[in-house]
Each structure stands twice: as structure tokens, then as C-alpha cells.
């Protein structure tokens, strides 16, 4: 029984509440509405007669502008700015219709009442929730009326277009402001509050301040948010300002952020809020930029505002709406420009780090030193050690050994920057990495090449396990048809792109958007023309050539010379595929540094010339004891043939002479003394 009569109440009570509701609710529908019709027949009036006749004669277009709220100076100014436009165009009026407090039940009215009205041509609105002015918006949106958003948008709806301030990215430089005021307060264990609200700009700003205060320095994004962050102020100053109040309570609040100037619109309480706080450590960051706040900042009252452009707002909203009717709508999202105003304190001491190549260049002047060493020892070994070479060997080995030393020498001059020398010496030394370059690689890929063809050549003949002979007119051959362009190419270019060194800006910035790092390097006048020649020239050289190593590779030559001539092939090869386009891609970005670039110079050309210099010239120095002693084995083999010729040629004399002849019966005796005598040896 008990439970009966509970239920019973409760549906007793709840009937009541909703006969008591609906009035309240159609008088709140029907003051909207009556407020809508005031409106429009005071600008009736204003006009002088009926809307619908002075649509007809005087306006062409009349599109209404709804703000959150009406009485905020912030909307003002987007009144001003609709106004404004409306004024210049002459054929347009600008209604400016919204509730005294936010209210997004209120804007639908309005929305409601001028549908009903037919008067306007075009609405926009800056919402205040989008859940519940999407349904306004679409019906609008039904009935023919192009409805565009300001300031606040509802991107779900079916709005033709968005017009105002990128609210991520207002986000984004709110949070910016507090680390350039406080850059060292997340070290310091600091909290940080948000004044919000529902709008959905509002939202958008949330996420973009977390984001842009969480991806920042490690530093930085130790800046924690408070539990019970943000608070919704309803985007009303009284109420805002009490939030102040329980924000600045917090011992652990060290910044608090509101997103819009509602607590500072309140002159006095505002001061006095500050006044009270004088003796805390704590940032004050707001959002819009009024006059009334760029005041109180001048006053000390502020630390940092980010404002918007209201003004632009209103007549950019006008313009869209004006587009939209004539069916000129270019763009649906139309974003205003951002403002930040500051009070700078006393800023450290500024240290720029030039990423100079400082004691790197040892590491380079190394790298060269010992690609000199090896050519220098190899360049010994043919002239001193002559006898072992074959004499057409002797030009192959040379070339190697003069085309690693020029392409290694490459590093010298990029180890030039103005730590050291002048920019006019540091366009010197510039101006010889082409040829270095280009000179050393012809050098050295016309040796490989005459080789690699020779053993191809001998493989078509038949003449597999011989030794492949490289004349000089093999090797001159593609050396001169590759340096032909090539000299051509690069007269022209130290003539016409003679370099530059420059000292460009990089990414790296202080808190307070001072530059702290610059990169440095040497540019080419007509690099667009030239490099892509070289490139060309390179790539093409070392594909035909691997492409005749791979035809060439069942030849079979002496201590596996065809294997590793192939080898240094494809070590040019790969080399050039991965750091040619690192390269490029280092020196063109401003990420990287001068000494990243360099680095990537000096592993480049060391790849590439000490192992050709160790495939080549290891194995040919191996086989000395084996050359040696084979040609001693030959030398001894022809002394022993000549003294056995000797001896066979002394005993066939010797038989010879021991020859018994007869001779007739009456010479015997006459002639047997004188052949005694003429026998003996």
C-alpha cells in the first residue's frame, strides 16, 4: 500500500510539474517571438514603412546576424563590422538579432521566427550549442534560407560555410603565450585551470591548448591541468570571475587560462581579482583582445591577451552571405587572423648556435689522410714494384689510385664556413667541389669500366681464364667521353652560378620566437640546370656499367680480379642511390644542420674510395710472393735446360770423334798417323 501511494504522488506531482511547465515554456517561446517581431518592426520603422516593400525598393538582401550574446562588447564589434559592409554595398541590410544572456533555445526562436517572417535572405549564427541549433540550422536550411556560422561553428550541420577564427589554432597560441611567460613552470611542478564553456569553438580551443602544451619540450609538457578543469562560465562575466577566484584558491595553480574576455569585462572586479593575487607566482592569460583589455594589460593587469577579429567577422559574414546568393561561394571555411599582445619581462641572454663545423673537420681531414695514404701506397706499389705489374696493368691501377685521391679530396672544401674564413674564401673553396667531384668519379669509373668491359669482351671470344689486357686506348675511351660534357657543364657553371655562402635561419626559437639556431652553406646560381646534368651523368655511367658487370660475370680471371672490379661497381652504385638523395634532401631542409650535411659528404666519399682502393689493390698485393716465385721457378727452369743442352751437345762430339774409319789397304798405313794426329779433342 505504501508503494501504491508513493507511485500515485509521484505521478500526481509529475502531471502538475508539466501542466505548470507548458506555460512557462509558451511564454518563453512567445516573448522570443514577440521580440523577433519588435525587432523587425522597428526596422521597419527605421526604414520607413513596411519590411516586405522596402525589401522591394530600397534592400535587395537583408541577412540577419545572430550572436551568442547580444550585449557582450565582443559581438558589438561584430555588429559594427556587419554594419559596415552592409553600408558599402548600399543594396544589402544587416539585421542583428540575438539573446541578451546565451541561450541556445533562444537563437532557435529567432531562427524560428524569421523563417516564419520570409524577410531575410540569408542567416548567420554563432553558436552557442550545436546539438541544439543544429536542428534550427538544418530547417532554415530546408526551407531555402542559406545559413552560414561565425565565430562558433556547427560543422555537422548542413551551414554553407564558417566564417571566423581557427579555434584549434587559437588554442594552440594561448598555450604558447604561457610557455613564453613561464617557460620553466611545468619544471616547477606548476597546474594551470581553463574558463570555458559549451560552444563549440570554445571546445575546439580546449583540445587545441592541451595539444600544443603536451607536444611541446619535454620541459614543458610537465604543465599538469587541474582536476576539475576547465569550469563553464556560461560565457557570463560574473560568474566567470567567481571562477577566477576558485582557480587562484588552488595552491598549486600556477596559470590560469580564460578563453574568452568575460572576467576581465567587469573593470573593477577584474583589478581587484589581480590586486588580490600580487603576491603569487601565477600567469594570467586571456583570450580576445577588447579595448577594455588591451587597457587593463597596459595597466598591469594582464600578462598576455590572444584576440580575434570581431569586426572582420561581421562584414566578412555579410560578404559570404551576399557570395552565397549569388552563387559565387568560393571557399566554406573562411578563417580571420589572430592577435597576440604581450607584456615582454626581462629576457635572458640570447645564445644562437651556428652548427659551425667546430673540430668536425678533423674527422673529415682524417678520412682524407687516409684515402691519400692508400692511393699514395698504390700508386708505390706500381711504380716501385714494376716487374710484378703487367705494363697494361699499370695504367688501370694508376687511375684508380688518381681518381680516389681527387674524389676524396672532396671533403677538404666543405669543411670551409665562416667560423674561419670570409665568405668570399668560403665561395672559393665552393666553387671546386663540382669539379672534384665530377673529375674524381670520370677518373675513377673509367677505370673500373675498361676493365669490366675488357673481361666482357674476352667472354664473348672464347677467351674465358685468360688474362683480360686493358690498353690505354681502352681506358681513355669512356674517361674522355665521359669528360667531355662534363667540362663543358662545369666551365659553364663556375661562369654563370658562380656560389654564394649564405647563413640561413633554422627551426630552432626561444620562447620568445628569437632565432637560436642558423645553418649555413654554399648555393649555385642555375643549380636547377646543372645538378640534374651531373646527377644524369652519374647515375647513367654506373647503371651501363653494372649492367655489363653482371653480362661479364661467369669470366674467369686471375685471383677473382672480375669479381671485385664488379664489387666497386655496385659499391658506387648503392652508395650513390642512398646518399645522393640524403644528401639532397639534407642540404635543402632547414631541419638539418651544416654538420649533418657534412657528415653525410665525408661517409659518402669514404664509402665509396676506400673500398675500391682495399678490393682492388688487396688481393694484388697478396699475390707479390706468388708473382715472385713463380718467376723465379721460370728462371730457374731455363738455366737448368741451357747447361743440359751444353753437356748433350760436348758428349755428341765426343762420339763423334771416337768414330773408327777404314780406309783402302795401301792408304792405311800412310794415312793411319795423320788421322791419330787430327782425332785428338
Same mark, same amino acid.
Given at each position: ?14 502531471? !502538475? ?126 526551407? %531555402? ?12 550541420? =548542413?551551414?554553407?560555410?564558417?566564417? %571566423? ?13 604561457? @610557455? ?39 620541459? $614543458? ?27 587562484? %584558491? ?48 597596459? +595597466? ?13 567577422? +561581421? ?50 681531414? %682524417? ?11 698504390? +700508386? ?74 675488357? !673481361? $666482357? ?115 658506387? @652504385? ?98 793411319? =798417323? ?8
Amino acid at each position: 500500500m505504501f508503494l501504491l501511494l508513493c507511485s500515485r504522488i509521484c505521478i500526481i506531482s509529475f502531471g !502538475f510539474c508539466s501542466i505548470l511547465s507548458f506555460p512557462v515554456i509558451g511564454i518563453e517561446t512567445k516573448a522570443v517571438d514577440d521580440y523577433v517581431e519588435t525587432k523587425l518592426e522597428n526596422e521597419t520603422i527605421a526604414v520607413g514603412g513596411y519590411v516586405e516593400t522596402e525589401l522591394e525598393n530600397d534592400y535587395e538582401y537583408t541577412f540577419a546576424v545572430i550572436p551568442k550574446v547580444s550585449t557582450l562588447p565582443f559581438f558589438d564589434e561584430v555588429r559594427l563590422g556587419c554594419e559596415a559592409e552592409a553600408a558599402r554595398l548600399g543594396n544589402v541590410k544587416c539585421l542583428f538579432l540575438g539573446p541578451e544572456e546565451e541561450n541556445p533555445v533562444v537563437q532557435n526562436a529567432i531562427i524560428r521566427g524569421l523563417i516564419k517572417s520570409k524577410q531575410v535572405q540569408g542567416i548567420a549564427i554563432s553558436v552557442s550549442d550545436d546539438r541544439i541549433n543544429k536542428q534550427s540550422i538544418d530547417r532554415a536550411m530546408e526551407v %531555402g534560407i542559406p545559413v552560414i556560422t561565425f565565430d562558433s561553428d556547427s560543422p555537422d550541420s =548542413s551551414r554553407l560555410a564558417y566564417v %571566423g577564427t581557427d579555434n584549434y589554432m587559437f588554442g594552440n597560441l594561448l598555450a604558447k603565450v604561457l @610557455l613564453q611567460l613561464d617557460p620553466e613552470g611545468g619544471k616547477l611542478g606548476g597546474k594551470y585551470g581553463l574558463v570555458s564553456g559549451t560552444g563549440t569553438n570554445l571546445i575546439e580551443r580546449e583540445k587545441g591548448f592541451r595539444d600544443h602544451i603536451n607536444s611541446a619540450d619535454p620541459l $614543458y609538457a610537465q604543465w599538469k591541468e587541474v582536476d576539475y578543469s576547465p569550469s563553464n562560465c556560461k560565457e557570463n562575466e560574473t560568474i566567470a570571475l567567481e571562477q577566477m577566484y576558485l582557480y587562484a %584558491g588552488d595552491p598549486e595553480i600556477r596559470a590560469i587560462v580564460p578563453f574568452g574576455a568575460w572576467s576581465m569585462l567587469d573593470i573593477n572586479g577584474w583589478k581587484k581579482f589581480v590586486d588580490s593575487q600580487k603576491n603569487k607566482t601565477m600567469s594570467l592569460v586571456n583570450g580576445d583582445a577588447l579595448d577594455i583589455q588591451i587597457e587593463l594589460l597596459n +595597466g598591469n593587469y594582464c600578462d598576455g591577451l590572444v584576440g580575434q577579429l570581431p569586426f572582420e567577422m +561581421g562584414r566578412l559574414s555579410i560578404e559570404t552571405l551576399l557570395s552565397i546568393t549569388k552563387g559565387e561561394l568560393k571557399e566554406s571555411i573562411i578563417n580571420t587572423n589572430l592577435l597576440q599582445i604581450l607584456r615582454v619581462p626581462n629576457l635572458p641572454l640570447l645564445i644562437v648556435n651556428n652548427n659551425n663545423i667546430s673540430s668536425l673537420r678533423y674527422f673529415g681531414y %682524417g678520412v682524407f689522410g687516409v684515402i691519400a695514404l692508400f692511393s699514395v701506397a698504390g +700508386g708505390f706499389y706500381c711504380v716501385v714494384i714494376r716487374k710484378v705489374v703487367h705494363r697494361n696493368q699499370l695504367c688501370f691501377l694508376m687511375m684508380i689510385c688518381a681518381g680516389t685521391l681527387i674524389l676524396g679530396s672532396f671533403v677538404i672544401p666543405t669543411g670551409f664556413d665562416d667560423e674561419y674564413y670570409t665568405p668570399r674564401q668560403i665561395a672559393k673553396a665552393c666553387a671546386t667541389t663540382p669539379w672534384l667531384v665530377m673529375i674524381g668519379f670520370n677518373t675513377l669509373f673509367s677505370a673500373l669500366f675498361a676493365k669490366k668491359w675488357r !673481361f $666482357y669482351q674476352n667472354l664473348k671470344e672464347g677467351k674465358n681464364n685468360s688474362n683480360a689486357t686493358v690498353t690505354d686506348r681502352d681506358i681513355m675511351l669512356p674517361f674522355v667521353t665521359l669528360m667531355t660534357p662534363t667540362l663543358i657543364c662545369l666551365i659553364l657553371w663556375t661562369v654563370y652560378g658562380y656560389p654564394e655562402y649564405i647563413r640561413q635561419p633554422g627551426e630552432g626559437t626561444d620562447a620568445w620566437n628569437r632565432i637560436t639556431q642558423t645553418n649555413g652553406q654554399c648555393t649555385f646560381g642555375y643549380s636547377n640546370i646543372f645538378f640534374p646534368i651531373f646527377i644524369v651523368i652519374i647515375f647513367a655511367s654506373l647503371l651501363i656499367g653494372n649492367i655489363i658487370s653482371f653480362m661479364a660475370r661467369s669470366y674467369k680471371s686471375d685471383s677473382h680480379e672480375n669479381e671485385l672490379v664488379g664489387l666497386s661497381l655496385a659499391t658506387m @652504385l648503392q652508395a650513390s642511390i642512398i646518399g645522393v638523395p640524403l644528401l639532397h634532401t639534407a642540404r635543402i631542409s632547414i631541419s638539418y644542420g651544416h654538420r649533418s650535411v657534412y657528415v653525410i659528404q665525408i661517409l659518402l666519399v669514404s664509402v665509396i674510395c676506400i673500398t675500391i682502393q682495399l678490393l682492388i689493390f688487396i688481393p694484388k698485393i697478396r699475390s707479390i710472393p706468388t708473382q715472385i716465385n713463380g718467376n723465379n721457378r721460370k728462371l730457374t727452369s731455363t738455366t737448368e735446360n741451357c747447361t743440359t743442352d751444353k753437356h748433350s751437345e760436348v758428349h755428341s762430339v765426343r762420339e763423334i770423334t771416337s768414330v773408327r774409319i777404314k780406309f783402302p789397304s795401301n792408304l792405311e798405313s800412310g794415312r793411319r =798417323s795423320s788421322i791419330s794426329t787430327s782425332s785428338g779433342y
